[in-house]
C-alpha cells in the first residue's frame, strides 16, 4: 500500500448502493472515476484510489437490479483541508451527488 501524497491523508468510505430497477434491465457497475474528492475550495484531488481496504471493497463491482451491494472505498485529501466533500458523478448523468467529509462540531 503506497502512502499518501506529502501533507494528505487517506479517507475510507464505507458506501452502500441499492439499485431499486433500471429501464433496460441491465446492471451497472462501480468504477473508480465516479468517486472524487473536492477540497473546500472547489478543486478536485482526484478520483478515488485503493489503498488498502477492508472487505468488502465497493470499486469495479457490477450492481443489478433489486440488490444492495455494500463495500469500502478511499479518496485522498490534504490533512488541513477542514471541509472536504465527496463528489459522486455518472457518466451520461447530469445530475451529481455531494456528501461532506468532515465533521460539524
Do not use: Q
Not at 49 to 77: H, M, Q
Not at 83 to 90: E, G, H, M, Q, T
Amino acid at each position: 500500500n503506497s502512502p499518501p501524497e506529502e501533507g494528505n491523508e487517506y479517507i475510507l468510505i464505507k458506501m452502500r448502493f441499492n439499485l431499486i430497477s433500471t429501464s433496460d434491465s441491465r446492471s451497472y457497475s462501480v468504477p473508480h472515476t465516479i468517486f472524487e474528492s473536492v477540497s473546500e475550495n472547489g478543486i478536485g484531488y482526484g478520483y478515488a484510489s485503493a489503498p488498502l481496504l477492508p472487505e468488502p471493497r465497493l470499486l469495479f463491482k457490477d450492481i443489478f437490479p433489486g440488490a444492495t451491494y455494500e463495500g469500502w472505498f478511499g479518496v485522498e485529501v490534504a490533512k488541513n483541508d477542514e471541509k472536504p466533500v465527496l463528489r459522486i458523478s455518472y457518466p451520461g448523468v447530469t445530475d451529481e451527488l455531494w456528501f461532506k467529509l468532515y465533521l460539524i462540531v
